[in-house]
């Protein structure tokens, strides 16, 4: 499976954005797909999964109440909608795909996309 992050960008604190991954190869609606960050001196961050059916998400406590995470399986796609922003959301940002969702997902990455929010 080949994932393509993108959505990413410079934006103010309280603003929105939404990020999206795109995924492609051997059956890419088959797996669960997750967002994880990494902001500069820090260790990669869980921030949410969806399964591959998009029946259950799961949040990492940072993001919770302001982020959502979905999935258009007709066209592949899992998008992040990043709301009421904050500077510590400044990161880069990858999807990942595994068979199970969750802070563990490991099998596929993508490359990243850079978040900045700026205060």
């Known amino acids: 499976v080949q994932l393509q992050a993108s959505g990413g960008g410079l934006v103010q604190a309280g603003d929105s954005l939404r990020l999206s991954c795109v995924a492609s190869g051997r059956s890419p609606g088959d797996y669960a797909i997750g967002w994880f960050r990494q902001a500069p001196g820090k260790e990669r961050e869980f921030v949410a999964a969806i399964t591959w059916s998009g029946s259950s998400t799961y949040y990492g406590d940072s993001v919770k109440g302001r982020f959502t995470i979905s999935r258009d399986n007709a066209k592949n796609t899992v998008f992040l909608q990043m709301n009421i922003l904050k500077p510590e959301d400044t990161a880069v940002y990858y999807c990942?795909?595994?068979?199970?969702?969750?802070?563990?997902?490991?099998?596929?990455w993508g490359q990243g996309t850079l978040v900045t929010v700026s205060s």
């Open positions: 990942a795909a595994d068979r199970i969702a969750g802070p563990h997902m490991s099998d596929y």
